[in-house]
């Protein structure tokens, strides 16, 4: 079985700031990994994923998350989080032998703080 | 473009009726998925269909659920003798071709079993 943990209910920081939102993992096979955020009254956007290649990878509004296989981790960072950026923050992990069946962690919610 | 649409936007309806809830996905996108959230969890993963056929309809959570995609493009998601704890929001997401892509998401049909 696979499955995602995000330790955190609750993330706050303020603006300017640096920002992490983590992620845990735990699948058989590749793990494909993805990061997708929730506004208020707006459906889920994608924001970056790992499938292979390089362990740093960058997203939309210049979010990024490093890969550890050792640590089975997904974290999301930004170096200078804006109040723009608070929303539910979701991780999503699958692998190659789960193909497109993905498990969704339960959401964190960042808040920005001015 | 046109982005994922659902409808309705919202329904109830009464235990033991039968609803049908739609997604209208991304023109030219082949995948799509159907998930189920409940208040603060993260989407939970019902079915998948790549084209006309569901390849993978292991989240079903029993056989009063079902699903269908005839042309390949529009789906719809039936729930017989409805309960109370089918109360959620459906989330329909698709995205573009085989691989491990970003998902689209649609707004949602919120489900409230009376």
């Known amino acids: 079985a696979q499955s995602v943990a995000q330790p955190e209910d609750q993330v706050n920081v303020a603006e300017g700031n640096p920002l992490t939102v983590k992620c845990t993992y735990s699948v058989s096979g590749n793990p494909y990994l993805f990061w997708y955020v929730q506004y208020p009254n707006r459906g889920l956007q994608f924001l970056l994923k790992?499938?292979?290649?390089?362990?740093l990878v960058k997203g939309s509004y210049g979010f990024e998350a490093e890969f550890n296989k050792s640590q089975t981790s997904f974290h999301l960072k930004k170096p200078s989080a804006l109040v723009s950026d608070s929303a539910l923050y979701f991780c999503a992990v699958s692998s190659d032998n789960y193909g497109q069946n993905f498990v969704f962690g339960p959401g964190t919610r960042l808040s920005v703080l001015p | 473009g046109a982005g994922v649409s659902q409808t309705p936007s919202n329904k109830v309806t009464e235990k033991g009726k039968y609803v049908e809830l739609r997604c209208d996905p991304i023109?030219?996108?082949?995948?799509l998925y159907w998930y189920r959230q409940s208040l603060g969890q993260g989407p939970e993963f019902l079915i998948y269909?790549?084209?006309?056929?569901?390849?993978?309809d292991s989240g079903l959570p029993n056989d009063r659920f079902f699903a269908v995609r005839p042309e390949g493009s529009v789906s719809t998601l039936k729930i017989q003798r409805t309960e109370r704890g089918d109360s959620a929001v459906y989330l329909c997401?698709?995205?573009?071709?085989?691989?491990?892509?970003?998902?689209?998401f649609g707004p949602g049909t919120r489900l409230t079993v009376t």
């Open positions: 790992y499938i292979t290649g390089d362990n």
């Open positions: 997401a698709s995205s573009y071709g085989q691989g491990v892509g970003e998902q689209y």
């Open positions: 269909f790549q084209g006309t056929g569901a390849a993978d």
């Open positions: 023109s030219g996108h082949t995948a």
